[in-house]
């Protein structure tokens, strides 16, 4: 308990530290107790300093005697002036200055001679050449170097072998050739070495023999076709190569636990898993490659993680990856020709499967039920298929079933992606009883307004994407997000207005909005010295002008609309609607009653859908006379809004939305359920 409490003390002490520019001028003038400051707190003190954008090259200077370790990968400001102060760090053991472009080779001379740092990453540092590296070979307590993509060619490349205490290398994206990979073969001690795309033949692979606890080795885009046995390795990428046969040889074998293949072409198909030792495997992607046949998956027990995406298999192997068993974990099938025929195989034999994709294969709605058989899982991918979220009861002719319905069994599912699938508003309903769903996308012209009624029941979603849909102004104002949503993708939905956005963030602080009008993150929604959205005030101060509130009728007329779903799209690349969505501006509040409205007069032009027993109670107004309203906030403001100004379109003399599906048959359900 004490612990805990001096932990809160440091950190409320830290966060003053690094309050403003201010604070941090008040203490750095105590050198001499800075100096004395232990090298975790004033780790923790340099990271917090960087993310407050208040680190600055001659602050360095008080951290020199204590400090440990600096990441300030990604920092464009980053330059010889920051590595010079560096440079004086007696006790630096890490150092990753990763994507900061303006590192040069000549301001590595800064770092020749420390006597701690034993981790450096320079990665994609591309100023950083040949000249680089001959700083660096003095520093021989490196144990750690990260080079890939930088500016170093295979001469810097053989200047590595007088680092003699190096465990960790990547040289990804380097012309590594055969010559300059022999010259490292003094470098014993090598456990993870990255030669990825390098120029690398099966005659400097036969040098990889020398690396005796060589654990982990990627290959990917080189053009080796065969490697020698290498019995201490365990991950292994030859992803994008031609390969004939993988670690040849009947000697030990190596404990393999991770192999990448994705996008690899067989010579042999055969011979291509002869050599491996299987029992250990517990990672296998072979997506993209060229494998038709997966006689090897039956010996492959012990796999966690396969990855089949884009990939030849289909139906009639469905058998093969059943017989692994309940060790798998995570099955990618994205991409393939698998239909629900598959899947009624493998729901009796993979009970601890936790995620399993399958989007672009052949399923449809019958594939749900047995997915739902699958009770582990916790992360679905049904996008980009033929699910419509119902499916017709067998001997019946007219009975539907909503598919989704038998998800409700699956109570630790936490993600499910529906994008560019034919589900419909009313097949939402089950999801309100998935307790445990957190995150939930799609992507569909087929939902409207009626939608967000049953996503708002959905308690404990953080992440809800609905995009590319026919959502209005006014399904976002009914829409009573939950509690624990912290981000709302509406990327796509082209008749929302700036407006009616700009009011939602104000109205839901915490949920961070991606839109095209607007992306509004929580700290921009809730900064103390921020002021609210010019657009909003402007609108306010407009609406205290008019006319005297005037509440609403109790019930009214169903009109209906004359404008279908196909309609409505076929305006979505209207010159004039994305003009008049821009111009006109809808603004709506979300309004816990009805009668908050001000000004709204429904005339001969109006049209409102009678309220309903229903929690969700949307009416449309809209008046050629008088085309707007008042509606007041909850911190007193207020707002004007201008009804539907966003379907638009030439020759149109007044624009209409709809809350509930524009097909008659789902409004008609949802009125009385």
Not at 260 to 266: E, M, N, Q, V
Not at 321 to 336: P, Q
Not at 478 to 487: I, Y
Request: aromatic share 6%; hydrophobic share 40%.
């Amino acid at each position: 308990m004490e612990t805990e409490k001096q932990k809160e003390l440091v950190s409320l002490c830290i966060e003053a530290a690094c309050e403003s520019r201010e604070s941090v001028e008040k203490w750095r003038r105590q050198r001499r107790s800075l100096e004395k400051l232990p090298s975790h707190l004033a780790d923790s003190l340099l990271r917090h300093l960087r993310r407050r954008r208040l680190l600055f090259p001659s602050l360095l200077e008080v951290f020199k005697h204590n400090v440990e370790t600096i990441d300030l990968r990604g920092e464009n400001s980053v330059d010889g002036e920051w590595m010079a102060y560096l440079g004086a760090f007696h006790n630096l053991r890490s150092l990753n200055v990763a994507d900061c472009h303006r590192v040069t080779s000549s301001a590595l001379w800064a770092l020749t001679g420390m006597t701690c740092l034993k981790d450096l990453d320079l990665s994609r540092c591309t100023k950083v050449t040949d000249t680089g590296i001959s700083h660096l070979i003095s520093i021989s307590t490196l144990e750690k170097l990260f080079i890939p993509e930088t500016g170093v060619t295979a001469s810097g490349v053989s200047l590595l072998s007088s680092l003699k205490n190096l465990s960790v290398l990547d040289l990804g994206g380097l012309p590594v050739t055969d010559m300059a990979l022999s010259s490292l073969q003094v470098l014993t001690k090598l456990q993870y070495l990255d030669l990825w795309g390098s120029k690398l033949t099966n005659k400097g692979a036969a040098v990889l023999q020398m690396f005796q606890e060589l654990s982990f080795l990627n290959l990917a885009w080189t053009d080796v076709t065969k490697l020698p046995n290498l019995p201490s390795l365990e991950c292994l990428n030859l992803s994008n190569c031609t390969i004939d046969s993988i670690l040849e040889g009947n000697e030990d074998k190596a404990p393999l636990t991770k192999i990448s293949l994705a996008g690899a072409t067989f010579i042999n198909e055969t011979e291509a898993f002869l050599y491996l030792e299987t029992s250990f495997l517990s990672f296998l992607d072979i997506s993209n490659s060229s494998l038709n046949r997966f006689q090897f998956l039956p010996q492959m027990k012990a796999l966690e993680h396969l990855d089949l995406s884009s990939s030849m298999i289909g139906d009639d192997t469905a058998e093969l990856i059943a017989c692994i068993g309940g060790n798998l974990r995570n099955l990618n099938l994205s991409k393939t020709r698998v239909s629900s025929a598959a899947l009624e195989i493998l729901a009796r034999h993979l009970p601890n499967l936790e995620t399993l994709s399958l989007s672009e294969t052949l399923i449809d709605d019958v594939a749900i039920s047995y997915i739902s058989m699958m009770p582990s899982l916790k992360v679905i991918d049904l996008s980009n298929t033929d699910i419509k979220g119902f499916f017709q009861q067998v001997g019946a002719e007219t009975d539907l079933i909503l598919s989704l319905t038998a998800l409700q069994s699956l109570n630790r599912l936490e993600k499910l992606n529906l994008e560019h699938t034919q589900v419909k508003d009313v097949a939402l309903c089950p999801l309100s009883s998935f307790q445990e769903l957190r995150h939930l996308s799609f992507r569909s012209s087929s939902l409207t307004d009626a939608s967000m009624y049953y996503l708002s029941s959905v308690s404990k979603l953080t992440s809800l994407g609905i995009r590319d849909t026919v959502l209005t102004n006014s399904g976002l104002v009914f829409f009573k997000p939950p509690s624990t949503l912290k981000s709302l993708d509406l990327r796509g939905c082209w008749l929302l207005t700036e407006d009616a956005l700009l009011v939602f963030c104000k109205s839901n602080p915490e949920i961070k909005v991606r839109h095209e009008f607007v992306s509004i993150s929580p700290a921009d929604q809730i900064g103390s010295n921020r002021p609210s959205p010019s657009r909003i005030s402007s609108k306010a101060s407009q609406a205290n002008q008019k006319q005297e509130r005037m509440a609403l009728p109790e019930s009214f007329v169903d009109q209906r609309l004359k404008y279908s779903i196909e309609n409505l799209l076929g305006l979505q690349f209207s010159s004039l609607s994305v003009e008049m969505a821009h111009d006109r501006g809808e603004t709506i509040h979300s309004m816990e009653k009805l009668g908050e409205v001000e000004n709204v007069r429904p005339e001969e032009d109006a049209f409102v859908r009678r309220k309903v027993e229903e929690p969700l109670e949307v009416c449309l107004f809209r008046s050629m006379s008088e085309p707007s309203c008042v509606v007041n906030l909850d911190d007193g403001g207020e707002v004007e809004i201008n009804v539907m100004a966003s379907c638009g379109r030439p020759g149109m003399d007044r624009a209409e939305s709809c809350v509930f599906d524009r097909e008659r048959e789902a409004t008609d359900l949802l009125l009385h359920e």
